[in-house]
């Protein structure tokens, strides 16, 4: 169980935070018809991306501390 968050959700999580947020950037950066459609969208997606892997950090910490593998 352990494993699994720690080398495959955790790094996964972590990655779409970060694509959503260079995503997002670009987007207000761009301006115009697309930013307008988009940015507000792609921000909504990194806070819910952000939230799973703090989630996941947390969880994996917990689990640790109990004596996990």
């Known amino acids: 169980m352990l494993t699994a968050l720690q080398y495959f959700l955790?790094?996964?999580a972590i990655l779409a935070t970060t694509v959503f947020l260079?995503?997002?950037i670009y987007?207000?950066?761009r301006g115009g018809e697309f930013a307008a459609?988009?940015?507000n969208k792609l921000m909504r997606y990194r806070v819910a991306a952000q939230a799973v892997a703090v989630a996941l950090l947390?969880?994996?910490s917990l689990l640790l501390s109990r004596g996990g593998n």
């Open 58 to 60: 947390v969880i994996f």
């Open 37 to 39: 459609k988009n940015s």
């Open 10 to 12: 955790i790094p996964i």
């Open 27 to 29: 987007s207000l950066a």
């Open 22 to 24: 260079g995503l997002g």
